[in-house]
């Protein structure tokens, strides 16, 4: 069977002179029919004309029109200029535009007319996102595109994003999850030999079911939770709290007498980190006393209280011991663990790499597992780069060379970085709904929510990859102590800062004696997992922002404001 053609993914329809318009991804304008009134009309022609897109996966879907409608071309199909009902985001049920949609012989979704909206009629549908209303604005979290407000370069960086990620579907987090299902689908199609009848069976390495979490890994609102108390919710021992880092302190007297701070970002660190991860696919398996095991993944109650961090000499191969002004990689906050704990796979064998004996007391493993991950890590890596490439910034350029691109990203090509951003928010935002929390009223505190049914709802999952990316930094903090003596002054998820006689971050990477980076340590370029220069500030602003009790790896990057929370 060949494939099927399409004309585009998506369009943006505007209205030039009181008519309807198509600006398509490859910049061609094309006349929209003039019996297009209404988004029923609308989407009649979306499927006449041939919008939508191929399957990314063997056993993937195809994608439906998008439409994306400017403020002209929502007011020419008759739909109000803006949401009076700001806190459902939806238009009334009794607006002649949604009756218009039933008229035309489509269905609206559950979410009816919205910032993004879902017309389905049989097994057709097309998605319509009204600009207007917020469909691209901060709360979705579509960065820069929200800027866009030329129709056709609009309709380029959307286009962009459809053919290196996926059709824009609603916000960047929705993407970044709708990407893991259309490269490793959940099910496929096969005949039954004896009757002929199509059935659909699971497909091999991918999350075909929703599965309870273990009860250490469930949400305080999870029906699971139900008999959890305030303080048990609080406590390591009864919840998994595999979180970003989140730590800063005051720099020795040797430490302050540099003249300056630098920070370190590691780039899109939770994307890096999903990479080659072996993840659990089906359900958690109590187990009382386990041996560890690096290769199951799952969550460990395993009391580190006394664990001493060393690490071995680079030369001597010896133990040494870590200062104590260094971060904990097992918390957090960077503290040390005060007793028992529940911690996923990557954390404990980190630990082992330290020295430390690991002895389970429990555990909740997932013996059915796998690198769910990898196809979705490899379409947004590849995005990622491709996009850094149309802004000139390649894996082939030496380090002054990247950071001086780096600092001018923004004055190059606008639709390009916002394409970037929505890149890096996809991947990012695609993880925390792996464990989105409910949204709206329910009858009761502990109730099931909708998100619960999906297949893609795995809070163990999204643990495995913060756990990952937090010990894969400590691991390039370690090595860079190792190899210069210096101790990082704060951390901030992605963004280590350390103090330095010179203002760059060339002066903090660790590197081998004929200079070359040093392998395992942080290392600057424009891959996933590398880094970038976040910003450089002066001790003394350093110094101050944490006398006011904040952690200055937040206000690293240039124009941030120290003196209040971002």
């Keep these: 069977m060949n494939a099927k053609t399409y004309t585009a993914p998506l369009v943006v329809l505007d209205a030039k002179d009181g008519a309807l318009v198509a600006h398509r991804p490859d910049v061609q304008v094309v006349d929209v029919p003039a019996d297009v009134v209404d988004l029923a009309t609308a989407a009649e022609w979306a499927v006449a004309y041939g919008l939508g897109a191929g399957p990314l996966s063997q056993y993937g879907e195809e994608s439906g029109p998008l439409l994306v409608l400017t403020e002209g071309a929502a007011e020419a199909l008759g739909l109000p200029a803006r949401l009076d009902d700001r806190k459902r985001l939806r238009v009334p049920d009794d607006h002649p535009a949604v009756k218009a949609v039933t008229e035309g012989g489509w269905t609206l979704s559950r979410a009816g007319l919205s910032p993004w909206s879902l017309l389905f009629r049989g097994r057709v549908e097309v998605r319509v996102a009204c600009v207007p209303w917020g469909a691209f604005n901060d709360l979705m979290r579509w960065g820069g595109v929200g800027d866009v407000t030329d129709p056709s370069a609009l309709a380029y960086v959307l286009g962009q994003y459809a053919e290196r990620v996926i059709t824009p579907g609603g916000s960047t987090a929705a993407c970044g999850l709708a990407l893991m299902t ?136 010896e133990w040494k011991t870590l200062p104590d002004h260094f971060p904990s990689p097992f918390t957090p906050t960077g503290k040390a663990p005060t007793g028992p704990a529940w911690y996923a796979t990557p954390t404990l064998a980190y630990a082992v790499e330290l020295g430390i004996e690991v002895r389970p007391l429990a555990a909740w493993l997932r013996p059915e597992a ?149 392998p395992g340590g942080f290392r600057l370029g424009p891959n996933p997992g590398f880094c970038k220069e976040e910003g450089v500030r002066p001790m003394e602003f350093y110094r101050e922002t944490v006398a006011k009790g904040a952690n200055p790896g937040r206000f690293m990057k240039p124009g941030r404001d120290a003196g209040r929370e971002e």
Aim: charged fraction near 30%; hydrophobic fraction near 40%; charge should be positive.
């Design 182 to 317: 259309a490269v490793r689908p959940p099910t496929r199609v096969v005949r039954n030999r004896e009757t002929g009848r199509p059935h659909r069976v699971p497909v091999e390495g991918s999350l075909s079911a929703p599965v309870d979490p273990a009860p250490p890994e469930a949400r305080d609102e999870h029906p699971i939770a139900k008999d959890r108390t305030r303080e048990e919710s609080k406590s390591p021992a009864h919840v998994l709290m595999e979180e970003a880092l989140d730590w800063f302190r005051e720099p020795t007297e040797a430490e302050a007498e540099a003249p300056f701070t630098v920070g370190l970002d590691i780039n899109t660190a939770f994307l890096a980190a999903a990479n080659r991860l072996t993840v659990g696919l089906g359900e958690a398996v109590y187990t009382d006393g386990p041996a560890f095991d690096k290769k199951i993944p799952g969550s460990w109650l395993v009391d580190l209280s006394d664990a001493k961090l060393r690490t071995k000499d680079l030369v001597t191969k």
């Design 370 to 518: 796998g690198g769910y991950l990898d196809l979705w890590h490899n379409r947004l890596r590849d995005a990622y780069m491709d996009t850094l490439a149309d802004l000139g910034i390649t894996a082939e350029m030496d380090e002054a060379a990247f950071l001086a691109s780096m600092a001018t990203i923004r004055e190059r090509d606008p639709e390009a970085v916002a394409l970037l951003e929505a890149i890096k928010f996809t991947a990012k935002g695609g993880l925390g709904k792996m464990r989105e929390k409910p949204q709206g009223k329910r009858e009761s505190r502990n109730a099931p929510w909708p998100a619960l049914k999906r297949p893609t709802w795995r809070p163990d999952i999204r643990a495995a990859v913060i756990s990952a990316a937090r010990v894969g930094a400590h691991r390039k903090m370690v090595k860079t102590w190792a190899a210069t003596g210096l101790v990082p002054l704060a951390v901030l998820s992605d963004c280590v800062v350390y103090p330095s006689a010179y203002p760059t971050a060339r002066a903090v990477v660790p590197r081998k004696p004929d200079g070359t980076p040093l």
